[in-house]
């Protein structure tokens, strides 16, 4: 790439991480303090990517440097990029467009149980037996801001520097039942391909390698209770309750929803809360 096209993006991602409002980012007000004022430091940027401070600076300073789709999905996701700003991204740091975006697929789900989703009041979404997401509500999208922008559901709880932020207690609670679902599908259907991909990635991470490795079968979440932080909450935490359904058709798809715990234990309708909260489609 030329120096000038190398400079140039690195002066729009400084804009767009000074731009990013910390309490937009779930957990990090726990974890970092409060803020004055909008904007991410290039530090900030680092511990969220999961790449070094150093790494990060190249990018901003125009340093020739062989960036990953990794990297740069992990900035992209971070910084909360648009599409275009997205493929501007790839075009100015590796000269190519960048890998398709996620898109919900229906087909194997059918129209009515897509829209059954869209219609729910609480985060609610469709992930398939590989936990590839395919299908979410708004909702889910306030709660879970990583999803709009694509990941699999597995690879983002377990390797995603942003999910040890948001999820409280990560690693007892969150981590370990999980990689102990995914070791369990892995035994069941050690013929999936795109399973073995999703495992590959998790155990490309040290911490969650370990996890995996030690992890103890669990068959599924249903009921689990759990806390989380919410955007614009500060460091306030709030427990909420999986509920998971299948359908008929085909058990291996997994519809959670998630609803506030308070509002289940003391049998009445709360106050509602952002992110977890009833919304118009």
């Not at 120096?3 to 957990?27: F, K, S, T």
């Not at 996620?102 to 869209?118: H, K, N, S, Y």
Request: charged share 25%.
């Amino acid at each position: 790439m030329r120096n000038e096209d190398l400079i140039a993006v690195g002066r729009m991602v400084r804009h767009w991480r000074e731009r990013v409002d910390p309490e937009d980012l779930p957990g990090f007000t726990a974890r970092y303090g409060r803020r004055r004022g909008r904007g991410l430091t290039q530090e900030d940027v680092g511990q969220l990517t999961g790449f070094s401070a150093r790494w990060y600076s190249n990018l901003e300073r125009g340093v020739p440097t062989p960036f990953s789709d990794e990297f740069l999905d992990c900035v992209s996701r971070v910084l909360r990029l648009t599409e275009d700003e997205r493929l501007t991204l790839y075009t100015y740091t590796v000269g190519r467009t960048p890998p398709p975006g996620p898109q919900m697929d229906t087909t194997i789900i059918g129209p009515a149980l897509a829209q059954f989703v869209l219609m729910q009041p609480y985060p609610c979404y469709i992930s398939g037996p590989e936990w590839d997401v395919h299908i979410h509500n708004k909702a889910a999208a306030q709660q879970w801001r990583w999803m709009p922008h694509g990941d699999n559901v597995m690879l983002w709880a377990l390797t995603r520097q942003e999910a040890r932020l948001q999820l409280v207690d990560w690693e007892t609670t969150w981590a370990r039942p999980m990689a102990a679902q995914l070791h369990l599908a892995m035994r069941d259907d050690p013929n999936n391909t795109r399973l073995r991909e999703v495992v590959d990635e998790v155990r490309k991470d040290d911490v969650a390698r370990r996890i995996y490795d030690e992890s103890l079968a669990k068959v599924h979440p249903d009921g689990s209770r759990r806390r989380v932080y919410l955007p614009h909450h500060h460091d306030k935490e709030f427990e909420v309750i999986f509920l998971c359904f299948s359908p008929m058709r085909d058990p291996r798809y997994r519809m959670m929803a998630v609803v506030p715990a308070d509002e289940c234990d003391n049998e009445r309708f709360a106050v509602p809360v952002p992110g977890l909260v009833p919304t118009a489609n």
